[in-house]
């Protein structure tokens, strides 16, 4: 009323502009003249609000305006006219909302910043969110349309329940929710790949999680997987020292198992287990994989290994005496190649070459799941 008849500029125009415009106008000129919003109503008064969002929750499109983010509107509008009875039954609904739909959560938090979010309402779509209440870190149709932002908050927020493979597990589904778009699916999947990079952390998965889902998405660099490894083989090694039993989990295996085929040297083929580092009285400790089963060689049983060390610039495939520890005038070497830095934590693919005992054509590496 003062807008209009006082002296305020819109009371000289004909036509004043809000920024309210369709079902969220035409609520608050309802509420005005009412004191209700059909909005509102409750699930027992057969509202469509609660009807829409089962839509949602069985199609949820980016394009589709859900329940809560109307709401979520309502209340923007309802502030902005200082209509505070509104605000609050609005704030009401809306918690009610993300209780009984927890993967509404998501809609809230993509407001978090906006002055006009209920703090409460906020405060229990996080509570969903870190104990991800409906599993909706799993609803791949409710995480889709999710902002990267927003997928970027969960992930740097240090207050879940849940373990770090169902983070891991909730980004990429995240990331192949392209929504056929192989363009926007592509975009994704980079995205993904440095919020990995930045934010999971491999060392709290355990090494069956690193090997079986996050290694082979391709997400995570290799230096990244190498100092994963390399904590679990020093867990592992510090637990045997000390003969404390691991549980159950520490027992999977500790890292890709490669398997190594074409190689002229036959004796040499098969698949390798990642061991971890070990220390055998060589230079230092060694990253060592090892051939599923021994081998026999010249009438004695050897094991076949692939390995390197810190201070060494090569990677070996060799055989070394069962039971032996890696003397250097007892490895039998078959295939080397060099390191492509330093920091090599994975044997190459390829670019191997014979040594003494090797034979031509020089094998070909592939990590297996």
């Not at 089962?54 to 305006?65: F, H, M």
């Not at 076949?304 to 520890?325: D, E, F, H, Q």
Request: hydrophobic share 35%; charged share 30%.
């Amino acid at each position: 009323k003062r807008m209009l008849y006082g002296s305020f500029n819109e009371a000289s125009k004909q036509t004043v502009k809000v920024e309210q415009e369709g079902r969220i106008l035409e609520s608050i000129v309802e509420y005005l003249h009412t004191g209700s919003v059909a909005m509102l109503e409750d699930e027992d008064q057969n509202s469509d609000i609660e009807e829409k969002e089962e839509t949602n929750n069985r199609n949820r499109k980016a394009a589709t305006t859900s329940c809560e983010q109307e709401l979520l509107k309502l209340n923007s509008a309802a502030l902005f006219f200082h209509l505070t009875s509104l605000a609050a039954k609005i704030e009401k609904k809306l918690i009610k909302l993300i209780k009984s739909h927890p993967e509404s959560s998501f809609g809230v938090l993509e407001v978090a910043d906006a002055p006009s979010t209920p703090a409460e309402a906020l405060s229990q779509a996080w509570e969903n969110v870190h104990l991800n209440k409906g599993s909706i870190l799993k609803n791949k149709l409710a995480l889709e349309p999710l902002s990267a932002s927003v997928v970027e908050l969960i992930l740097r927020d240090d207050h879940h329940s849940v373990t770090e493979i169902e983070l891991f597990r909730m980004l990429q589904l995240w990331a192949s929710g392209g929504g056929g778009d192989q363009q926007r699916e592509d975009e994704r999947q980079e995205t993904a790949k440095s919020l990995c990079q930045k934010y999971i952390k491999l060392e709290l998965m355990d090494a069956g999680e690193v090997s079986a889902d996050a290694a082979p998405s391709g997400f995570f660099t290799d230096a990244q997987l190498f100092e994963a490894y390399k904590s679990f083989a020093l867990a592992a090694k510090e637990a045997q020292d000390q003969d404390i039993v691991l549980p159950p989990k520490k027992k999977r295996r500790l890292g890709p198992s490669i398997l190594v085929e074409g190689a002229g040297s036959d004796i040499i083929n098969g698949s390798y287990n990642f061991v971890g580092l070990r220390d055998e009285g060589y230079t230092d400790d060694l990253l060592l994989f090892v051939k599923n089963e021994d081998v026999e060689w010249k009438g004695q049983v050897c094991e076949a290994r692939i390995y390197t060390a810190a201070s060494v610039s090569k990677w070996r495939i060799c055989l070394v005496p069962t039971g032996r520890k890696m003397v250097e005038s007892e490895i039998l070497s078959f295939y080397s190649t060099k390191k492509a830095n330093d920091d090599d934590q994975l044997p190459p693919t390829d670019g191997w070459y014979q040594r003494a005992e090797g034979h031509k054509p020089v094998p070909k590496l592939t990590f297996l799941e």
